[in-house]
């Protein structure tokens, strides 16, 4: 029961902090892609901006960035050009590897862009400060929205497992299928084969009259 009970804190403990928040560095003239995989039909949310290498002046123009984030399938969610920050916010309408993509333009000299990056899916996509401002709720109703939210997400996670095993079990049965077809006919080759080489020496030695 101990065991049990560690087990889903664990599970409610991993999915509850399903964000990427990183820093990173692009050269000027190159790209960066940030990928996070995301079920069909989740929310997710995303913001970037440029760290000013000189606080309290503009930002240079060397350091604008063009990003786009598109789906497994090449569908675009998000583009932005020439900007030093932004954000994006859509519903995952299909299921995969979702990649932001960041391009410094190219520029002489060489200038290095530092760039903060937020992107966060499923219950962490929510704004729950937001949510206690507006519906006026006290802290332990805040927090039973969250847990709700939270189960309900183990509960989408563990279908989708569910499926990718079926999946994946489906798979095994179609390549252990084939592997015993392919194990007949090179059985059934190599028997013709020596039935052959058989009938061959048999003819030969009969012509060499050695039987």
Not at 42 to 55: A, E, H, I, L
Not at 148 to 153: D, I, L
């Amino acid at each position: 029961m101990i065991r049990l009970t560690l087990t889903v804190f664990l599970i409610v403990g991993f999915l509850s902090c399903t964000s990427q928040s990183l820093r990173f560095e692009i050269q000027s003239g190159h790209t960066k892609c940030i990928a996070e995989d995301i079920k069909s039909n989740s929310m997710t949310v995303g913001k970037y901006n440029v760290v000013n290498p000189n606080d309290g002046h503009p930002m240079p123009e060397s350091h604008k960035l063009t990003v786009r984030v598109t789906s497994a399938y090449g569908n675009s969610y998000h583009y932005a050009d020439h900007v030093d920050s932004g954000q994006f916010a859509f519903t995952a309408a299909e299921a995969g590897d979702y990649m932001a993509c960041f391009w410094a333009a190219d520029h002489n000299p060489q200038v290095t862009v530092t760039i903060d990056f937020d992107w966060r899916t499923g219950v962490q996509a929510k704004d729950w400060s937001n949510v206690a401002k507006k519906g006026s709720v006290d802290v332990m109703e805040l927090e039973l929205k969250k847990l709700y939210e939270t189960v309900n997400s183990i509960h989408q996670e563990m279908f989708y497992l569910r499926e990718r095993e079926e999946e994946m079990q489906e798979l095994n049965r179609v390549t252990n299928s084939r592997m015993a077809w392919f194990s007949g006919l090179s059985l059934v080759i190599c028997l013709t084969v020596a039935a052959l080489q058989l009938w061959h020496l048999k003819t030969f030695f009969e012509k060499k009259k050695l039987i």
